[in-house]
Protein backbone atom coordinates (compact mmCIF):
# COMPACT_ATOMS: atom_id res chain seq x y z
CA UNK A 1 0.00 0.00 0.00
CA UNK A 2 1.01 3.28 -0.53
CA UNK A 3 1.74 5.86 2.15
CA UNK A 4 -1.06 8.87 2.01
CA UNK A 5 0.31 12.24 1.63
CA UNK A 6 -2.39 13.86 2.75
CA UNK A 7 -0.85 17.64 3.14
CA UNK A 8 0.71 17.59 -0.37
CA UNK A 9 -1.92 15.68 -2.80
CA UNK A 10 -4.74 17.33 -1.15
CA UNK A 11 -3.83 21.07 -2.21
CA UNK A 12 -3.66 20.83 -6.10
CA UNK A 13 -6.48 20.11 -7.97
CA UNK A 14 -6.69 17.44 -10.05
CA UNK A 15 -5.58 16.84 -13.33
CA UNK A 16 -9.30 16.77 -14.40
CA UNK A 17 -9.65 19.88 -12.83
CA UNK A 18 -6.60 21.39 -14.17
CA UNK A 19 -7.58 20.38 -17.95
CA UNK A 20 -11.23 21.69 -17.35
CA UNK A 21 -9.74 25.10 -16.68
CA UNK A 22 -7.16 25.21 -19.56
CA UNK A 23 -9.64 24.48 -21.84
CA UNK A 24 -11.94 27.13 -20.43
CA UNK A 25 -8.94 29.71 -21.00
CA UNK A 26 -8.79 28.26 -24.60
CA UNK A 27 -12.63 28.82 -25.36
CA UNK A 28 -12.07 32.17 -23.89
CA UNK A 29 -9.29 33.06 -25.57
CA UNK A 30 -10.96 31.34 -29.03
CA UNK A 31 -13.77 34.39 -28.13
CA UNK A 32 -11.18 37.09 -27.49
CA UNK A 33 -9.73 36.14 -31.35
CA UNK A 34 -12.87 35.99 -32.68
CA UNK A 35 -13.64 39.79 -31.68
CA UNK A 36 -12.88 42.94 -33.92
CA UNK A 37 -9.91 44.84 -33.15
CA UNK A 38 -12.14 47.59 -32.43
CA UNK A 39 -14.38 45.83 -29.79
CA UNK A 40 -10.56 44.41 -28.41
CA UNK A 41 -8.99 47.73 -27.79
CA UNK A 42 -12.50 48.49 -25.09
CA UNK A 43 -11.34 45.41 -23.04
CA UNK A 44 -8.68 45.55 -20.42
CA UNK A 45 -5.98 43.04 -21.40
CA UNK A 46 -2.76 42.94 -20.72
CA UNK A 47 -0.37 43.82 -23.22
CA UNK A 48 1.05 40.76 -23.66
CA UNK A 49 -1.81 39.37 -24.43
CA UNK A 50 -3.10 41.74 -26.77
CA UNK A 51 -0.26 41.54 -28.61
CA UNK A 52 -0.26 37.75 -28.75
CA UNK A 53 -3.77 37.96 -30.14
CA UNK A 54 -2.84 40.70 -32.67
CA UNK A 55 -0.61 37.63 -33.75
CA UNK A 56 -3.63 35.09 -33.56
CA UNK A 57 -5.63 37.04 -35.68
CA UNK A 58 -3.06 37.91 -38.53
CA UNK A 59 -2.06 34.07 -38.87
CA UNK A 60 -4.46 32.79 -41.91
CA UNK A 61 -3.30 29.25 -41.72
CA UNK A 62 -5.74 27.01 -39.83
CA UNK A 63 -3.01 24.32 -38.52
CA UNK A 64 -0.87 27.71 -37.73
CA UNK A 65 -4.05 28.81 -36.51
CA UNK A 66 -4.84 26.54 -33.88
CA UNK A 67 -1.33 26.39 -32.60
CA UNK A 68 -1.12 30.39 -32.07
CA UNK A 69 -4.42 29.73 -30.00
CA UNK A 70 -3.09 27.29 -27.50
CA UNK A 71 0.40 29.51 -27.09
CA UNK A 72 -2.14 32.50 -26.51
CA UNK A 73 -4.08 30.25 -23.95
CA UNK A 74 -0.72 29.49 -21.64
CA UNK A 75 -0.20 32.68 -22.10
CA UNK A 76 -3.20 33.99 -20.27
CA UNK A 77 -3.46 30.96 -17.91
CA UNK A 78 0.51 32.51 -16.61
CA UNK A 79 -1.96 35.45 -15.50
CA UNK A 80 -4.20 35.80 -12.61
CA UNK A 81 -7.64 35.40 -13.24
CA UNK A 82 -8.43 38.70 -12.11
CA UNK A 83 -6.73 40.32 -14.64
CA UNK A 84 -9.23 39.30 -17.23
CA UNK A 85 -12.34 39.34 -14.82
CA UNK A 86 -13.39 42.61 -16.89
CA UNK A 87 -13.01 41.26 -19.76
CA UNK A 88 -15.43 38.38 -19.67
CA UNK A 89 -17.92 40.21 -17.34
CA UNK A 90 -17.91 42.32 -21.02
CA UNK A 91 -18.12 39.25 -23.19
CA UNK A 92 -20.92 37.82 -20.91
CA UNK A 93 -23.26 41.24 -21.12
CA UNK A 94 -22.54 40.92 -24.75
CA UNK A 95 -24.42 37.39 -24.96
CA UNK A 96 -27.18 38.56 -22.23
CA UNK A 97 -27.67 41.92 -25.17
CA UNK A 98 -27.76 39.34 -27.82
CA UNK A 99 -30.07 36.85 -26.57
CA UNK A 100 -32.83 39.87 -25.73
CA UNK A 101 -32.00 41.01 -29.65
CA UNK A 102 -32.56 37.32 -30.82
CA UNK A 103 -35.76 37.32 -28.48
CA UNK A 104 -37.28 40.39 -29.95
CA UNK A 105 -36.70 39.42 -33.62
CA UNK A 106 -38.44 36.18 -32.52
CA UNK A 107 -41.45 38.00 -31.16
CA UNK A 108 -41.70 39.99 -34.31
CA UNK A 109 -41.40 37.26 -36.61
CA UNK A 110 -43.70 35.57 -34.87
CA UNK A 111 -46.64 39.02 -34.87
CA UNK A 112 -45.77 38.96 -38.90
CA UNK A 113 -46.87 35.44 -39.32
CA UNK A 114 -50.01 35.82 -37.25
CA UNK A 115 -50.70 38.77 -39.53
CA UNK A 116 -50.56 37.05 -42.68
CA UNK A 117 -51.83 33.74 -41.08
CA UNK A 118 -55.18 32.26 -40.39
CA UNK A 119 -56.50 34.07 -37.79
CA UNK A 120 -55.02 37.69 -39.56
CA UNK A 121 -58.33 39.36 -38.59
CA UNK A 122 -58.08 38.51 -35.10
CA UNK A 123 -54.39 39.97 -34.80
CA UNK A 124 -54.95 42.66 -37.38
CA UNK A 125 -57.55 44.21 -35.18
CA UNK A 126 -55.63 43.46 -31.71
CA UNK A 127 -52.27 45.38 -33.06
CA UNK A 128 -54.24 48.26 -34.07
CA UNK A 129 -55.66 48.66 -31.18
CA UNK A 130 -52.28 48.54 -29.23
CA UNK A 131 -51.15 50.44 -31.81
CA UNK A 132 -53.68 53.63 -32.48
CA UNK A 133 -51.39 56.32 -34.00
CA UNK A 134 -50.08 53.93 -36.46
CA UNK A 135 -50.74 54.34 -40.67
CA UNK A 136 -53.94 51.30 -40.88
CA UNK A 137 -54.11 51.61 -44.87
CA UNK A 138 -50.84 51.24 -45.24
CA UNK A 139 -50.32 48.17 -42.76
CA UNK A 140 -53.07 46.97 -44.55
CA UNK A 141 -51.96 47.00 -47.91
CA UNK A 142 -48.34 45.38 -47.03
CA UNK A 143 -50.67 42.95 -45.60
CA UNK A 144 -51.98 42.14 -48.61
CA UNK A 145 -49.17 42.21 -50.94
CA UNK A 146 -47.42 39.84 -48.39
CA UNK A 147 -50.24 37.28 -48.70
CA UNK A 148 -49.99 37.69 -52.79
CA UNK A 149 -46.29 37.33 -52.56
CA UNK A 150 -47.00 34.03 -50.91
CA UNK A 151 -49.50 32.74 -52.66
CA UNK A 152 -47.46 33.14 -56.09
CA UNK A 153 -44.17 32.18 -54.94
CA UNK A 154 -42.61 35.47 -55.76
CA UNK A 155 -40.07 36.82 -53.83
CA UNK A 156 -40.73 38.01 -49.97
CA UNK A 157 -40.69 42.29 -50.44
CA UNK A 158 -43.78 43.26 -48.75
CA UNK A 159 -43.04 40.65 -46.25
CA UNK A 160 -39.86 41.96 -45.34
CA UNK A 161 -41.33 45.77 -45.43
CA UNK A 162 -43.69 44.22 -43.22
CA UNK A 163 -41.29 43.27 -40.19
CA UNK A 164 -39.34 46.31 -40.77
CA UNK A 165 -42.33 48.08 -40.10
CA UNK A 166 -43.13 45.76 -36.87
CA UNK A 167 -39.43 46.03 -35.68
CA UNK A 168 -38.99 50.26 -35.74
CA UNK A 169 -42.56 49.78 -33.81
CA UNK A 170 -40.94 47.96 -31.32
CA UNK A 171 -38.12 49.94 -30.95
CA UNK A 172 -39.75 52.82 -30.43
Known amino acids: MHPIEEDADNERP??????????DV????RQLSELPPARLDKLELPGDVRDELAEV???????????????????????????FASARAALANDRGKNARE???????EALRENLLGDNADTALTLFIA???GLDHQHLRSLIRQ???ERDT???????????RLLRDLDAS
Open 57 to 83: QRTPSHIAHKRQLAHLAKLMRAHDEED
Open 26 to 29: LAFA
Open 14 to 23: SRAARRREAL
Open 130 to 132: DNP
Open 146 to 148: ARR
Open 102 to 108: TAALHRM
Open 153 to 163: NKPPRAQRDLF
